[in-house]
């Protein structure tokens, strides 16, 4: 149900949303993504093993673009003058938290059910019959003609659709992903015809992280995101409002996507690897024996505790514990990059710098697939896994002043943590996850040692 | 006097590629991949096809099967004498093979470099004649004060040492090396549309389940042209499979300051030794790329 919303407290209030659901879902597909089976030691035919890298490529993508989303929706939230929202409950939640929208938050290994359930969150509405995503030319293009009306995507058509939902509730009423961008896109234009395009748009847009050829943050590996099958725009306007919003559902739900794009969308993807998996003769298992949300301990705000499995395994906890201090750290600098607090632009891409490519990419996904790799429990079978346990006391910024030493301060201990793990005492150096762990530690002593010089030892960069 | 080897060739590298973290083993992320049947990735620079850990593909069925071949020889071999600046030709070091010892093209995701400015690490040059014998073999030092120094632990200068000046696009030298009709983008973009054509046509002829998987995947992976977002002011970049194959990292210049352990033409081990050499070409489907450069060996006694 696409709801209406008219004032920039009742955007703002859906951009959270958006901001907190991107999040979610994003954690929930690496989740699954990291719980793949990846060598033929693990049970795989060399076939199998093909099929299963290629389902997790696509599972990286469209966890990439829902990061790029959030991303998108954090710049919507700055350009009308609201603040980054970085907040989520933990795993897992009751398909009632999120009310009519029937969003389950649980982390859940890579299976049929796992992906049916992320088809149902990438599903437009109202949902399309299989020919959706197969067939291509005049065909498709009815369906897509369908999706699209009623046209929101107007002035003309927000009005109509205000008209028709006058009085709707503000909770979270709304019924699918797609309604609530709907809604969102239809709100903005509402809002900028009650107070004016610039008076809605008054936010600090210079603090808007993007990308592309003109980014300013070409040295900090923004220029070509298309490499990465991202885009992320600057928002300024109701113009740049709109084209990210329809970004979004295109590449998710895939309405209003050119036809040539509708297999590449998130519904499509999940759904063709519905079928692929079903169609998999012999049937096997891609995924590491991984349990359902394992945590490091209970959070006050879980409201499925039932559903939540405590890694009892000291070694494994503590390699989870880990891991979820270097994920938060992340959340925190992307907090501060995304924040108004005033920083020059060498500043940004110094956080860049380390949130991006080194924090996200050489120590989050490794640790993950490490942790699917190892025992969760001391008295019963059962992988571990990434819980993306976020402790509510740790996401508060320190003073502007003290911001880089309290950054160096998380660095420090990241670096002593790795250094220390418990696990080296208990597995062969040559042990792959041991190999790996120490390649990791490695490079946070050499992360934590460039963030204490202000990266005057990083190798020269174009 | 002076020995001068100018050596050219392909070479391999078998390494994940952004979003991949550097120890991935097989690529998911980015765009390389060990594919079905292909051991995991070695990371290694890869002078020579008979080094272990090569693993060199099929570029298409039967005549198309064009594409790189590895190896690196010396093309161009010449003593030269200082003192009377003259030139005299060294055909005894022609085709001679020239490796680089267990040698990385290290950046890791920006822990240690920035930016794709590979840093060559750890660097051993070797050079053996056509027969095999080993005439010249020498490595490297980040620091030679501390010649067990860590790459993770060198300073901006020392990894400077070990890093191009810069990279140049639409390289006009590289497309000459590898063959291209020219450096333009439409080139590049063809050069993935043939080798697409190619393997689909070696897809129809190949049985084996395995290997059947493997060219799926590569076959895919070409499918660069499909439209992509391109909301962004300034429009899309070339896709990255096709851009490199003109991409260049030049000027590579180590004074080789390290262990001399082979040296049988007589040279001076008491300076460094000049290796110069540039990068370029990357061919991501078939994990290779070009080399070209020099190696400038201050000799006492001509042998």
Redesign the interface.
Known sequence: MTIELTSREELINALHLAAELEHNLMCQYLFAAYSLK??VGEGLS??Q???T??W??LM??VA?QEMEHMGLVLNLLTAIGGTPYFQRPNFPQRKSHYGKLGIKSELTRFDQETIKRFQEFEAPHPEPGPEFCSTRGIAREEIRAQLLAPQVFTHRAANELTAATKGAAREIEFTSVQDLYVSLAAGLVTVAEQIGEKNLFNGDVSAEI??????PYG?G?M???????????QVVDLKSAI?AIV?IVE?GEGILA?P??IE?THYCIYTNMLDEMRAQKPAFDAARPVVRNPLTKMHPDITAPKEVNIITRPETREIASLFNLTYETMLLMMLYLYGSSPKTKTMRVDFM?AIF??L???FI??LSEILTQLPAFKDKKGNAGPGFELSKDRLVLPPPEHVWSEFQKYFDILAWQFDHLWIYELRPQSDDVIK?LR?MA??M???AD?WRAHW??????? | MWLYLSFEGYFQMRMAT??????E?????GYT?A???EP?FDNLVHLQPDEEGVCERHFGYGKNDNGPRVGVSVTQANWFDDEKLVYRQAPEYLGARVSFVKAQLT???????????F?IDPLRVQVRKKRGALVIDREDFLDPKNPGL?I?????EM??RR?PQ??TDSSVEVAKATGLPDASNDSCINNRRIRQRNLEELLKHTRN??ER??L??RI?QLNIL????????????I??RAHQLTLQAYGWAVDINGTVHVNKIGADENVNWTLSFWMGGWDGDALCAYISGYLSIPVTSET
């Open positions: 990846r060598s060399e076939v093993l093909e099929t890298r290629g997790g490529a990286t993508l990439r993007w990308g592309g050829p003109n980014t040295e590996s220029d070509d995101l298309s490499q990465y099958g991202l885009d992320l725009i084209d970004e590449q050119p040539d794009y590449h710098n490519f080194p996200m990419t050489m996904r490794p790996r390649y490695e490079n002593r050499r992360l460039d005057q030892n990083v190798g020269r960069g174009e | 952004d979003p991949d973290p550097s120890d083993p097989r690529g998911v992320s991949f594919l079905a049947g995991d950046e890791r995701n920006g822990i240690v470099i920035r930016n794709d400015l840093a860590p993770t632990q060198a300073t901006s990894l400077e890093q810069g990279l389940p395995v998987a493997a799926e995947t895919s499909r439209r992509w977002w391109d909301l962004s002011q300034g429009g899309k970049p896709d990255r």
